[in-house]
Structures are given as C-alpha cells and as structure tokens.
C-alpha cells in the first residue's frame, strides 16, 4: 500500500513534465553497449511510453561493441587511430551487418505486442532510411581512414514528416554519399547533428556513466557548455563520456534546448531524467535551469504554497492573495523548472533610507544549498542601489541565521516609525538589523 502511494505521488508529480513533453522532439543515442543483457527491453518500453504520450523520438544507436567483437572473431584488420576506426571494404561489410542486426533487434521490440508483455496493445511503427548525408574522413595526419566518415547532412524535413506522420525514428550509424557509397559514422556525431537540425527539445545521450562527476565524487546536475567543459574527464581511458560530453556542449550550443548525460544501466534513468524536477544524471543547456529574477503575478500561487506551511506553524504572519500581487515589485524568486523554490522581499522605506528584508522563505527540499544567501546578496545588493543604509527583519524563529549572516540584535527604536508604530508585540519578534557599508567602503 505504501509503495502504490508512493507511485500514485510521483504520477501526480510528473503531470506538468507529460504535458510539456508532448509534441516535443526527443534525440535519444543509445550505445552500443545497451544490446547485451536485458536493458534494451527496458528502454524499448520507455521508447514506447514515451511515443504514447506524444513525444515525437528519434534513437540513434551505436554498434561499436558489436563490431569490436565480430571483428575480434575474424581475420580483419581495423586499426583504432585516434579514437576512429580505418575501416575497409571488409570491415565495412561488418558493420553494416551489425549495424542491420542491431537495428532488427530495435525494430523486432518494437514490434511485442503479446498479452502479458508491457508493450500490449501499443502500435508503434519504427522506421529508418538513408536520412544522413555523410563524406569521407579521408586522409588525416598520412592515415586514409578509408569507409570512414563524418556528418555532411542530416535530412531534417524527411525526419520532420516521418514524425509528423506518428513514426518513431530508428537511426543507425551508417551514412550516404552522393556517389552511392555507406560510410561508418559516429552514432554521437549524427545524435548532435540530428537534434541540431530537427532543433530538437533534448539530446539525450546513454552511455556507460551516470554524468559528469566533480573532483570531489559528486554528481554534477546542471551545467552550462563553459561550465561543463572545464570538468576534467579522462578522455584517453573514457573516450565514451569524452564524445558524449562534447556532443552534448555542441548541441546547447547549436540551439538544443537541453542536453542529457545518462547512463543506460540504470533502468530509471531515462523516464526519471524527463519526469522529474531534478533529473537523475547531468544536464547541459544555455538556459538558465533555476532563475533568480523578480516576482511576477504568475508567481503568487507558488509564493503562497511556499510560505503556507510556515504561515501555519507560525513562522510567518499569514499573507493573502491580495497582499502579495499588490506588493509584488518587492519580491524576488528563485524558480527552478517552473517550480517556486524560495523567495524573499524587500520593503521599502525611503525616507528612513532602510529596507526590510521579509518572506525569506526556501522549499525544504533546497535547503542544503546556499538559495538564501543568494537571496539576501540580491536584497542587500538593491538596498545599496537605493542607498539604504541599513537592513532589518522581524522574526521569531530564525534569528540564528540572521545573526550568522552580518544581522545585530536590534530595538523598536532602531526600526523606521512607521514600521515601529505598526510593531505586533503579541507575536515579540526579534528584531535583527544589518549595517550596509558601501562595496568596498573600510
């Protein structure tokens, strides 16, 4: 009973994430590794799931594991020159046929449609076709690479109408010339270029780690292409992540709204990444994710839902509807993904030249992070702007942290007069305030 509550809970929760997703684009690389053992069923059904609630997907897969391995069986020869293969006529017959496998093996999941299989009942057609352009890598530093090749286009408006027409798109690492010839293509290097071209949603890319991982062994949620590519990776001993993390850089830039790191051996990975407000792996996107910017009437509803539970232990003095979108300039919010996390006001007091720092609130579930600090230097930051000499607040259980960050116990005659005369000595709150000296200023 516990445990069906608990998906009832996440269900609700992941509402507004189905409604956003619904005819929106979804690149999704899947590589090679994903072939063995049971994980491809799992991401067949999330595919699936995902088709049914109307995101438009388009899977590129690769195959280098299988083709490492079907190589190792023979007597071919394709040396690994800077991370790419020299690929001969001969190795070219072993990956278009792993390739052609791999993309059976796709279309034939797709394909379940037995009664006590969790694809019952769904009909989704999988397709694929010659939708890459590609050219040689040719010769690079006195080595021809031979059948390898790169990107030279993705035919965008075909995809467009395969999608437009309820089709999932299977891409596999495979590309045309003009002149008739299939090159070898990274499956990552199509992934960017087609979520680039279809000016996808997300790219999302399932690879063996979880994200990207801080010196100190944490997982990084969200970065900027700046930020992210200042991670030190290991690119010689994860050339996988390294490929993976470039793309995904080179997508936010080229106009993806969010790039994804995953890794594909977590079978909650995916649905958990695009129903969920933080995500599981590491997200890469121009946007800013979480926003700290002025309040605006849209915001009340989720303003009052933050300070609600404060207001009713007693925390906060009730405030209506009313009140806060009549005095909406003077609130600031920290949104993240749509969801008010935190706010904080300031009131002003011009001719007394002090402002009152009030509804300091931050969702339980941000607390760890450093949202009120940034709040308060926000505040502080505008009061000095006024030329405000000094800031002050009323509380009754948080003074601890006011006086840990510059506040000073305070008296009603430190108050401006009209705040002092309208001062509520039932509720006795402490009053904190905080000298502000100009940026700089001795």
Not at 25 to 51: C, K, N, R, S, Y
Not at 166 to 182: A, C, D, F, K, Q
Not at 221 to 226: D, E, F, H, T
């Amino acid at each position: 009973m516990t445990s069906g509550f608990r998906f009832a809970e996440w269900f609700r929760g992941s509402a507004p994430y189905i409604d956003k997703h619904r005819h929106r684009t979804l690149v999704v690389l899947i590589e090679g590794g994903v072939f063995d053992g049971d994980h491809l069923d799992t991401l067949v059904q999330d595919f699936a799931l995902l088709h049914t609630l109307g995101v438009r997907v388009v899977v590129v897969f690769g195959v280098r594991e299988r083709v490492a391995r079907a190589l190792a069986k023979s007597t071919i020869e394709a040396p690994l020159i800077d991370q790419r293969m020299v690929v001969s006529a001969e190795a070219m017959e072993v990956i278009e046929s792993e390739s052609n496998r791999a993309r059976l093996a796709l279309e034939s999941r797709f394909s379940v449609g037995l009664p006590n299989s969790p694809m019952h009942g769904l009909d989704i057609h999988a397709v694929s076709g010659n939708l890459v352009m590609a050219r040689p890598l040719g010769v690079r530093n006195g080595v021809d690479y031979l059948q390898a090749g790169e990107v030279r286009s993705v035919r965008a408006d075909a995809i467009q109408q395969l999608l437009d027409s309820g089709m999932l798109v299977l891409m596999p690492p495979l590309g045309h010339s003009s002149t008739g010839e299939v090159f070898d293509l990274e499956a990552t290097d199509i992934a960017r270029s087609v979520a680039v071209a279809l000016k996808a949603d997300k790219l999302v890319l399932l690879g063996d780690a979880e994200g990207l991982i801080d010196a100190s062994g944490e997982l990084l949620r969200q970065l900027a292409p700046p930020e992210a590519q200042q991670i030190a990776i290991d690119r010689v001993g994860n050339p996988e992540l390294a490929r993976h993390l470039d793309a995904a850089c080179a997508a936010a830039r080229g106009g993806v709204g969010r790039a994804h790191l995953l890794s594909w051996r977590d079978s909650n990975a995916l649905l958990g990444e695009l129903f969920t407000r933080d995500g599981v792996g590491t997200m890469i996107t121009q946007d800013s994710y979480e926003q700290l910017r002025l309040a605006e009437r849209g915001d009340v509803g989720g303003m009052l839902e933050l300070m609600k539970p404060l207001e009713e232990k007693g925390v906060l003095i009730h405030r209506s509807r009313e009140r806060l979108e009549s005095q909406i300039e003077d609130y600031r919010v920290i949104v993240r993904d749509g969801m008010t996390i935190a706010c904080a006001a300031l009131h002003r007091f011009d001719e007394a030249k002090m402002g009152e720092l009030a509804s300091l609130v931050v969702h339980p579930d941000y607390r760890n992070g450093e949202r009120g600090e940034l709040l308060l230097g926000e505040i502080e930051r505008e009061a000095r702007l006024r030329g405000y000499h000094a800031l002050f607040a009323l509380t009754t259980h948080t003074s601890h942290w006011f006086l840990e960050h510059g506040f000073a116990p305070g008296t009603l005659d430190d108050l401006p007069k009209e705040r002092g005369d309208g001062y509520n000595h039932a509720r006795n709150s402490k009053i904190l305030v905080k000298r502000l000296q100009e940026k700089g200023a001795a």
